[in-house]
């Protein structure tokens, strides 16, 4: 039957909880992160330990002598922690004497030269484990829940916990003291991340301080500023007035000239000035002549007739429409 494992980029998820808990203790085992998971201290004794030696302790545990234990060694390939415990936990139950419900076992995980893992056992049974600790209670005269077991195991030597003996009292209180030393892990870290961020804060603080006082300060400042707006607008309008009047010929200028240059016999109808175009109209004897006369003229410039002077039948004089082009600078405002 086909099972569908978990996986991400072609990794079994299948044990990853358990292989990360396995690691992290690992981590907590290092001399520089130990302080993280403080331990309990506890007074291992004998079963023939004398009374008085045994100190006024939170925790005592007794350690299992060897004739109550069966020990049994494995070569296992390399597996999750949790798989380990399964295959230990079969292995011991097919050649326990005792019944399954009645093992008491432990076990220590150790690496092996060929990759693979060596796994050292020891078993018992529950109620060999139970009248020891009934027969030490009474010795010692402390509660016999309040005894924890432990079996020994040599090359190196260990003492590793028998599970559900009185252990659990003292484990309690491990967590306890490792959420503190972890409470205070975290209030260092954030006093620590307040003092990184309190520049920043302030820096921030000033800085929103300051476009505030300018938004303000633009917003009093507004109808001056709107007026100086106005005044540089009407400014650049006067200059370009003045520019366009520099460029122009001056009405004055332009009637007093022609004036001077016209005979008594040549009239004038209309003058009309457009910058420094020049359009009249009037009779003269001699129209051609006129053209001549004003083309002479210091200043005039582009005499042309855009109509023919015509002589209507009977009158003395011809009626005539010029046009010509003055020099600004000449016939300026200061020419």
């Known amino acids: 039957m086909l099972q569908n494992k978990p996986m991400l980029f072609g990794i079994d998820l299948t044990h990853i909880g358990s292989d990360l808990r396995s690691a992290w203790a690992g981590m907590l085992r290092w001399p520089w992160l130990a302080w993280l998971r403080p331990q309990a201290k506890v007074q291992v004794i004998g079963i023939d330990s004398p009374v008085g030696a045994v100190r006024k302790s939170d925790f005592l545990a007794v350690q299992l002598p060897e004739d109550l234990l069966l020990r049994r060694s494995l070569l296992l390939p390399a597996m999750g922690t949790d798989e380990i415990a399964q295959a230990v936990q079969l292995d011991l139950q097919a050649n326990s004497p005792f019944a399954p419900e009645e093992i008491a076992w432990v076990h220590r995980v150790q690496p092996s030269a060929d990759g693979r893992v060596r796994v050292d056992a020891a078993l018992t049974s529950h109620a060999l484990?139970?009248?020891?600790?009934?027969?030490?209670?009474?010795?010692?005269?402390?509660?016999?829940?309040?005894?924890?077991?432990?079996?020994?195991?040599?090359?190196?030597?260990?003492?590793?916990?028998?599970?559900?003996?009185?252990?659990?009292?003292?484990?309690?209180?491990?967590?306890?003291?490792?959420?503190?030393?972890?409470?205070?892990?975290?209030?260092?870290?954030?006093?620590?991340?307040?003092?990184?961020?309190?520049?920043?804060?302030?820096?921030?603080?000033?800085?929103?301080?300051?476009?505030?006082a300018y938004a303000a300060l633009a917003q009093k400042a507004g109808p001056t500023l709107a007026q100086r707006e106005e005044l540089v607008r009407r400014s650049m309008q006067l200059q370009e007035l003045n520019a366009v009047v520099a460029e122009s010929a001056q009405p004055l200028p332009v009637l007093e000239g022609l004036t001077k240059a016209l005979s008594d016999e040549t009239w004038l109808q209309t003058l009309q000035l457009q910058g420094t175009k020049v359009t009249m109209t009037g009779q003269t004897p001699n129209a051609a002549a006129l053209m001549r006369q004003l083309g002479a003229l210091p200043g005039v410039s582009d005499v042309k007739a855009p109509t023919a002077a015509i002589k209507p039948p009977g009158a003395p004089k011809e009626v005539f429409t010029i046009e010509f082009v003055v020099d600004a600078s000449r016939f300026g405002k200061g020419g």
């Open 129 to 212: 484990v139970g009248k020891l600790l009934h027969e030490q209670s009474a010795r010692l005269g402390v509660p016999e829940e309040a005894l924890e077991v432990r079996v020994a195991f040599s090359q190196p030597s260990e003492l590793v916990t028998l599970s559900g003996y009185g252990e659990a009292r003292r484990s309690q209180r491990e967590r306890r003291m490792a959420w503190a030393m972890a409470s205070l892990v975290l209030l260092l870290l954030a006093l620590l991340a307040a003092l990184a961020v309190t520049p920043s804060l302030q820096l921030r603080l000033r800085a929103i301080d300051a476009a505030q």
